[in-house]
């Protein structure tokens, strides 16, 4: 006598079994689009149904990359095995399911446990261990589940040490408000990865990261952005700027000064530290020793030469215009006129209404007659319109070495 158990045609009225452990341990910190395509594949390896990275691509409505990238990323965290047919093409294989019951020691009907499994029941009987589990009680303000006790001999198989995670507990509590034991696990994972495995080497390690995460605030808040939530894409970025390019941060604010009144300052910063970077290297500096620096002195040295020359330009154009003044006072009532002109201007264009308008036109045509008339002054004494205007050395980036794009000006190389 036979007994068999009658399956739909169709797969996806059946219903398929995901390990718990699966959705409270790596689920929480893995990419969206990487758990769908486990699930699915997961899915169909139950129904022991043949599909291919192509076709879940296809189904998920997700690149064929984004699968790939899913599978290196479950198979680093050893819940799926890459089994290669042909070792010469790293892009077909297949994909063997981890049981991930068995690793964690928690499936009850198997002889051989894991090794994490007998590392947690011997590390019960280390009084470091009980030390560190009584502390995780009174941090957490209640008993411990089985699964927790799992999950932090998970942990110290993987190299962290007793002192270690009752740090962790005690760091994400105050620091980060949050003591469930996944997000704990996954902070310890990180400190790890990072080569940090004692209580002591965290608690460096977190100084450093909080120091460097008050100098993300403080570039966020030059850049006019300190209300947003800062991205990972935007920490790689300050990373660069700090570490790759070794500007200081007070260089980066003076660049963001720059930036007042730009419509996007993030890029325009970008743009100028990136041109500086360029002009900084250009010369050899990029693999002499110190060159960081180094850079900020040549740095502080053109900023000095713009500031010196802007200064003279500007008190030369005051010399100029006394002069002309002195010779002719008409053309000092004539500046005087035009700038009160220019105030009421832009307050009849401010009323909004068809009245200001033409009384802006009407004001406007008013200037021009004066200037005009300002014109024709000087030039019976020999003097040319622009005679009192600020002439700078460079009348691209008006010495400053920056273009209006936050491109670097090409005076700014000669400069350095």
């Known amino acids: 006598?036979?007994?068999?158990?009658?399956?739909?045609?169709?797969?996806?009225?059946?219903?398929?079994?995901?390990?718990?452990?699966?959705?409270?341990?790596?689920?929480?910190?893995?990419?969206?689009?990487y758990v769908k395509?486990?699930?699915?594949?997961?899915?169909?390896?139950?129904?022991?149904?043949?599909t291919s990275n192509e076709t879940i691509a296809r189904e998920l409505g997700i690149d064929l990359e984004e699968v790939l990238a899913a599978w290196t990323y479950f198979e680093k965290r050893e819940v799926v095995r890459k089994r290669f047919a042909?070792?010469?093409?790293?892009?077909?294989?297949?994909?063997?399911?981890?049981?991930?019951?068995r690793r964690a020691g928690r499936d009850t009907g198997e002889s051989d446990r894991s090794d994490s499994g007998g590392r947690l029941r011997s590390a019960l009987d280390d009084e470091e261990v009980r030390n560190m589990y009584r502390d995780m009680e009174r941090l957490t303000g209640g008993p411990l589940t089985g699964s927790d006790i799992a999950r932090v001999g998970a942990l110290l198989d993987e190299g962290a040490s007793p002192g270690l995670v009752t740090f962790a507990y005690r760091y994400c509590g105050a620091r980060r408000h949050n003591m469930r034991a996944p997000y704990v696990?996954?902070?310890?994972?990180?400190?790890?990865?990072?080569?940090?495995?004692?209580?002591?080497?965290?608690e460096s390690h977190v100084q450093d990261a909080d120091a460097r995460m008050d100098v993300y605030k403080q570039i966020m808040k030059a850049l006019g952005l300190q209300f947003a939530a800062i991205t990972d894409a935007e920490r790689r970025v300050f990373d660069t700027w700090l570490d790759d390019m070794s500007f200081t941060p007070d260089e980066i604010f003076a660049a963001a000064e720059k930036a007042v009144g730009?419509?996007?300052?993030?890029?325009?910063?970008?743009?100028?530290?990136?041109?500086?970077?360029?002009?900084?290297?250009s010369g050899g500096l990029n693999s002499v020793p110190g060159r960081a620096g180094e850079s900020a002195k040549r740095l502080a040295g053109r900023d000095r030469y713009y500031e010196e020359a802007r200064e003279k330009a500007e008190a030369e154009a005051v010399g100029r215009r006394r002069e002309v003044y002195d010779a002719f006072p008409e053309v000092e009532r004539i500046d005087r006129d035009v700038a009160r002109l220019n105030r009421e201007s832009v307050s009849a264009i401010m009323t909004r209404t068809d009245s200001g308008r033409r009384e802006s036109d009407r004001i406007a045509a008013e200037i021009d007659k004066r200037l005009d008339e300002k014109a024709a002054i000087m030039g019976k004494g020999g003097y040319s319109p622009d005679y009192m205007e600020i002439h700078y050395r460079c009348a691209k980036c008006r010495d400053t070495g920056v273009l209006d794009d936050g491109g670097a000006c090409d005076c700014f190389t000669k400069s350095m």
């Open 185 to 202: 696990a996954g902070v310890v994972r990180n400190w790890l990865s990072a080569g940090v495995a004692t209580a002591e080497d965290a």
């Open 1 to 33: 006598m036979n007994f068999t158990i009658e399956k739909h045609a169709n797969y996806y009225l059946d219903d398929t079994q995901v390990p718990n452990i699966f959705i409270s341990e790596y689920m929480p910190g893995a990419p969206g689009d």
């Open 262 to 281: 730009k419509r996007n300052k993030y890029d325009y910063v970008k743009k100028i530290l990136e041109s500086d970077y360029e002009a900084m290297t």
């Open 86 to 101: 042909d070792l010469s093409d790293a892009l077909r294989y297949d994909v063997v399911f981890t049981d991930l019951k």
């Open 37 to 50: 395509v486990y699930l699915y594949a997961y899915m169909r390896a139950a129904q022991r149904d043949v």
